[in-house]
């Protein structure tokens, strides 16, 4: 009988990515019908997922979902390290440091200001901050440890993120494209100024697939900033819960082995690959192209696991914050970009 039980499982487990390629392969056929490239398979995707969870959400689809949301889109990313350099990526975080500079400036030190004006504890007003400056739930869910946050502050801070994302992956394409940007400047606003990752990927290739290239390497670039951040957390959280002892990492010992994601090394794995050439060109275009299916397949998860009452659950005054961070960052980035003379 246990065993029946297990084998009911899988085939459950199964059954739920299969939907969630299944919704994939639709999304890409919809992109081909819609003139003008103004929806792209990924935007398709997270939008038909949601539309569908509103009807059809058992709970047995959940860890199916939760699979292919984060592994999936982890494995995607891997993979776009095959059609990239070594050389790209240096250059790439080379063209965007002032970019993130001055956004982390504003997520952290306009932040601190602006959760005062809304009342927010120290906490929730640093995991968003966080959540927007860096990556999204990853970053919210690296920091939240090290600063002994309380949940309702990580699952507000992870709402509001995510519910801005929802929103500009549809806006930001529409907004690039309304002020002429190139592929290049597009990249680097979204990589720069997009939450979450998934969101990123979403709204770059929306826009085109090279600013969707540019955007997803800027993105990692900007992801690996969740290092020293989580450093200077557990420092500072250390010393608000145990002020005797010294200002070092404290009593909380953080693991950078847990703090650094593991598919950035698998991505820049391949990207060295490919770029001492081991990778023939061919195969190169074969796994990119596998890359960006997967990852609409990973949006494609996410919708199917998110619902409308997603809105609700945000609260007034995080999300009033979160929409006003995330607001001068998208601005912020702009302004930096434009006063580089890329726009």
Known sequence: MQGKGKAKEYGLFVLGVAICFAVAGVSVWLEELIPGGLLGASIIALFMGTIINSFFHPSWIKPALKFTSKRILKVAIILLGASLSVNTILSVGKMTFFVMLFTFAMCFGGGYFIRKLFGLNWKLGNLISAGTGICGGSAVAAIAPVIDADDKDIAFAMSSTFLFDMVMVALYPLMGKAL??????????????????????????????????????????????????????????????????????????????????????????????????????????????????????????????????????????????????????????????????LL
């Open 180 to 341: 002429g940007m190139s592929d290049i400047a597009y990249g680097i606003w979204a990589g720069t100024s997009v939450n979450d990752t998934a969101s990123v990927v979403a709204s770059g290739y929306a826009f085109s697939e090279i600013a969707g290239d540019f955007a997803t390497m800027v993105k990692l670039t900007r992801t690996i900033a969740i290092i020293p951040t989580v450093l200077v957390f557990a420092y500072i959280g250390t010393r608000a819960k145990q002020k005797e002892l010294k200002a070092t990492s404290g009593g909380q010992k953080v693991k950078l082995v847990k703090i650094i994601p593991w598919f950035i090394c698998g991505f820049l794995l391949l990207a060295i690959l490919n770029s001492v050439g081991w990778i023939p060109e061919s195969t190169g275009a074969l796994i990119k192209s596998t890359s960006k299916f997967l990852m609409v397949t990973a949006l494609a998860a996410i919708g199917l696991g998110t619902s409308l009452l997603d809105f609700k659950k945000a609260g007034l005054r995080p999300m009033f914050y979160g929409v006003t961070i995330d607001t001068l960052v998208t601005l912020t980035a702009l302004g930096v970009i434009w006063m580089m003379g």
